[in-house]
């Protein structure tokens, strides 16, 4: 049980808002989040509040006109992996500050390491600041990654004054600060990790960065529930947040945006983890279908885009008769809710019996999946697994589908069929919507569909 009210010299922090409270309280009066409340010691507040503290630390700005402001003097650095350039926006900014977040265990370490030695190799020395590991830790795994011997500097240090002193004296061309929770700032008094400390260093880190135009990368840990650990503020604080994510039974690992202030948010970056660290993956679509077994029932190629970038991947879907009366329907990789949407559609539009059988779908390689256009491959896969009849072979098929049963255009459908081409695809399944001139050129067969009736002739036959 928490205590119900601080000692004199304690106080209770917000661990998602940062609001403070004397006593202890079940919900945030700042921010409503339940049970966020931690007790922590009161550090000494800066008398003169946040201009002493932060003041001298800012570098001063002038007025200037738009005309006169250069943009090439901000070209941006190359990380060396194509695939983690793509999800920046296309390179690293100078002086902007990136937060990487995901699960313990999934590569973060291991592609930091990877980017400062070819960051070092090109643009000048690195500093690679470890608070969780010690440098033999980082230097051992950097032998298995075979990361020669690059201009990069290893600090495993968790004081901020100390880390921001070495920055000053080896001026790298790149920071990178594993992980921001583990940095704590002599000034507060609280744990690393708490919200206090996690603000302060990374306000001092942006300062930092802004004044001497150094690109800095953060670490940060997740929470259980998979969000980014720490106050919200971080994520204000940064101009870019990007998560890594990827199943840890599978090879592949995906870099996804989800802020950026220098780019686009819906790339994607992928890579496969190796032996030899991570490699880029430059054609996704072959990992995602490379162990498809073609013409089983339930199994449909689903055209989808990432971003820019189109994404063939396999749908699967296993319809078997339930056997506790309540039917139960499972979904990975597509929203839940989305699911059972669809198999209303089918039921009703398309006469299917769907009624007690119990459902469940799956995007191979546990990528996940959320545009609409994936609709109809959902939808396909059902109506494969429930009739034991395969898709036939060589076909590919996007699509959104709406509560009347009817199939609604998607965007960039050329693009989508321009892949499946490419993969040796013969047949596409669009809606008709979206059937163009554009999807014609694309080198592959294309049969435009209205309704969920229509598509699923077109992909099983007549039933
Ligand atoms: P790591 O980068 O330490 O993860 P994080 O920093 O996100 O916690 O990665 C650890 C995992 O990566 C570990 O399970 C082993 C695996 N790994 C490889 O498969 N190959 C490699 O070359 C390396 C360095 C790690
Ligand atoms: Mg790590």
């Known amino acids: 049980m928490p205590k119900a009210r601080a000692d004199a010299r304690t106080v209770f922090v917000c661990q998602a808002c940062g609001g403070r409270s ?5 919900r945030c009066s700042d921010c409503n989040a339940w049970n966020s409340m931690a007790e ?19 570098a001063r700005a002038e ?6 402001i250069d943009v090439a003097a901000a070209a941006r650095v190359p990380s060396g992996f194509g695939e983690f350039d793509r999800v920046l926006g296309g390179g690293i900014v100078p002086g902007s500050m990136v937060l990487v977040g995901g699960e313990p265990g999934i590569g973060k370490s291991t592609l930091l390491l990877q980017v400062a030695a070819r960051v070092a190799a090109t643009a000048g020395p690195v500093l690679y600041a470890s608070g969780e590991e010690s440098e033999q830790q980082v230097k051992e795994r950097g032998e298995r990654l075979d990361i020669g011997d690059a201009e990069l500097y290893l600090l495993a240090e968790t004081c901020l ?9 080896v001026r790298p061309a790149l920071l990178v600060v594993d992980s921001i ?5 002599l000034n507060l008094s609280s744990a690393p990790g708490s919200v206090g400390q996690v603000r302060e260093a990374a306000t001092h880190l942006l300062f930092s960065a802004k004044r001497s135009n150094l690109p800095t990368i953060l670490v940060g840990h997740v929470t259980k529930d998979g969000s980014l650990a720490g106050p919200k503020v971080l994520e204000h604080v940064v101009d870019t947040v990007l998560y890594f994510e990827g199943e840890r039974h599978h ?19 992928v890579f496969e983890m190796t032996g030899a660290g991570l490699l880029p993956v430059s054609n996704p679509s072959r990992l995602f279908l490379s162990d498809r077994a073609a013409g089983v029932p339930g199994s449909v190629v689903l055209c989808s885009l990432e971003g820019t970038r189109p994404i063939l991947v396999e749908l699967q879907a296993l319809v078997s008769t339930g056997a506790y009366g309540t039917a139960r329907r499972m979904a990975s990789g597509i929203d839940h809710n989305r699911l059972s949407l669809l198999l209303a559609v089918l039921e009703k539009r398309a006469g299917l019996g769907l009624a007690g059988e119990d459902v469940f779908v799956n995007v191979a390689g546990g990528l996940e999946i959320d545009e609409p256009a ?5 939808v396909a896969a059902v109506a494969s697994s429930l009739r034991g009849r395969g898709v036939q072979s060589g076909t590919a098929v996007f699509g959104e589908v709406g509560l009347g049963g009817e199939v609604r255009g998607t965007p960039q459908a050329g693009l989508r069929v321009k892949e499946a081409a490419q993969l040796g695809f013969t047949r596409c399944v669009v809606p008709a919507a979206s059937h163009s001139r554009e999807t014609a050129a694309a080198g592959c067969e294309t049969v435009g569909v209205e309704t969920v009736e229509d598509a699923l002739d077109a992909l099983l036959g007549p039933s």
Request: charged content about 30%.
């Open 22 to 26: 004397r006593k202890w309280v079940g």
């Open 40 to 58: 922590e010691p009161e550090g000494p507040e800066p008398a003169a509040g946040g201009d002493a503290r932060y003041g001298a630390r800012a």
């Open 63 to 68: 007025v200037r006109r738009y005309n006169e």
């Open 161 to 169: 004054e100390r880390l921001l002193e070495a920055v000053e004296r």
């Open 181 to 185: 929770q583990t940095i704590y700032s």
């Open 251 to 269: 090879s592949h690992r995906v870099v996804r945006a989800v802020k950026n202030r220098y780019g686009a948010v819906s790339e994607l970056g």
């Open 374 to 378: 994936a609709d109809l491959g959902v």
